[in-house]
């Protein structure tokens, strides 16, 4: 905060020049924050400044909506709650939830100008965006939901809440904007490469994340033969078979190639294996779950017989 230290710093030097100085700095920096917190929130952040232009200016200025609400809200919590504020966990949280992801959205914003503004990254940058910015909302809405300021918690509750909730930062992305990216993310080996760069992703398949690579590769591969055998049963070339079934119809029709067929039975050899979960017999789990139970015991004995903390025996 701008003013909050000086003033802490004047009152323990019983300094009242400085104080009146910082104390009026910091109601008139509450009137401004004020002020712009509902001239941008009536007009939706329309009125706030960008530094550029195009399809990601709309969210420079989200986002400076959003950071006056914040700086608003900051100082009334602070000069209603005052210290006690610290201990106000849930609060500071929310707090601390909207200022991570205003900072999460800037970084978003920052990348995508640093590398030189590709237009095959807007999609992800509008979905982070739209994430961040709802994230921020969720915060909000919590904020003044349990905000506790003597005589004005009604107002956060009531009004103000019902009018962040009508005029939302944003709202939750929708499954068409999911689907797309996903699909990118997919398909375009380039960009999935380079939007996982830096990410330690092994390639040994006795770890999870190896084998999924290994056999998301292998789907992608065999992509195109698995569609010849749909389209084989869809025309009834062959009988209304699934699985490996329908593949080998397929090769017995000279529909698919024996490699096309060997690549298939790979891919969903490794499908297979990707989903695979640990089970247990009724004996094991059954044997598994006494150890559970002596060793919860056997942790509530040490207990017992362990000093609480500030007493003699501690």
């Not at 232009?53 to 006056?68: D, M, Q």
């Not at 930062?169 to 380039?190: F, P």
């Not at 094991?284 to 002596?294: P, R």
């Amino acid at each position: 905060h701008p003013y909050a230290f000086d003033v802490a710093v004047s009152i323990g030097e019983k300094n009242v020049k400085n104080f009146d100085r910082a104390f009026f700095g910091m109601f008139g920096n509450i009137i401004r924050n004020m002020f712009r917190s509902v001239v941008l929130s009536v007009t939706r952040g329309a009125l706030a400044s960008s530094p550029v232009s195009g399809p990601t200016a709309r969210y420079y200025r989200k986002l400076g909506w959003a950071a006056a609400s914040f700086a608003i809200t900051t100082d009334i919590a602070m000069g209603a709650l005052g210290g006690s504020l610290k201990f106000k966990g849930k609060t500071t949280g929310r707090f601390a939830d909207v200022l991570s992801w205003m900072y999460i959205g800037t970084a978003v914003l920052r990348r995508y100008e640093a590398e030189g503004r590709r237009k095959e990254d807007l999609p992800f940058v509008h979905f982070a965006m739209n994430h961040s910015l709802y994230e921020i909302q969720k915060g909000f809405d919590g904020l003044f939901a349990n905000l506790q300021v003597p005589g004005m918690s009604w107002f956060f509750r009531g009004p103000l809440r019902m009018w962040s909730n009508l005029n939302a930062l944003a709202g939750e992305a929708n499954d068409n904007h999911t689907h797309k990216i996903a699909s990118e993310v997919m398909n375009n080996v380039e960009l999935r490469a380079r939007h996982t760069e830096g990410i330690y992703i092994p390639t040994d398949r006795k770890e999870q994340m190896g084998l999924l690579e290994e056999a998301f590769a292998s789907v992608k591969k065999a992509e195109a033969t698995e569609k010849k055998v749909r389209k084989a049963v869809k025309t009834k070339a062959i009988p209304k078979l699934r699985g490996d079934a329908a593949a080998k119809a397929a090769l017995e029709k000279n529909i698919i190639t024996q490699p096309e067929y060997d690549e298939l039975a790979k891919a969903d050899r490794l499908r297979w294996e990707a989903i695979q979960v640990d089970d247990f017999t009724e004996e094991e789990y059954v044997a598994h779950k006494g150890f559970g139970q002596d060793h919860a015991q056997h942790q509530s004995e040490l207990v017992k017989l362990s000093p609480v903390p500030g007493s003699k025996g501690a």
